[in-house]
C-alpha cells in the first residue's frame, strides 16, 4: 500500500521560512509527476508547484520567486522550500504524485493527508 506523508508545516511570521517535505513508503515500482497542493479555508485546492520525473518545473503565479520544489528520487521524497511567506500562503498543503505501485500495475494518484502552514502578520 503506498503512502504520503507530509511534514514541515508549522507557525511562522510573514517573511519567514518553511520547509515541507513529503515521503513517500509502501510498494512503489515507480513515481512519475510530484507536487504541491493547498487548500485555504473556504477557498478550492490549487496547484503551488508540480515536478516531473524529468526536471521540468511548474510553479503557481502567487508563488514564483518564493517557492522551490525539488526531488529526491533515491529517497522517494518530495521538498518545498517557501520563502518570504505571506500570511495569504496560509493553507493545509498536500503532497501529490503519480505512482505506479507493481511492475505490471498502472499509474494512479496519489494523495498525503496534509500539513498545515500558517503565516501571522
Known sequence: ?????????GLVQAGGSLRLACAASGTIFSINAMGWYRQAPGKQRELVARVTTGGNLNYADSVKGRFTISRDNAKNTLYLQMNSLKPEDTAVYYCNADIRPRYDSIYGVYWGRGTQVTVSS
Open 1 to 9: 500500500q503506498v503512502q504520503l506523508v507530509e511534514s514541515g508545516g
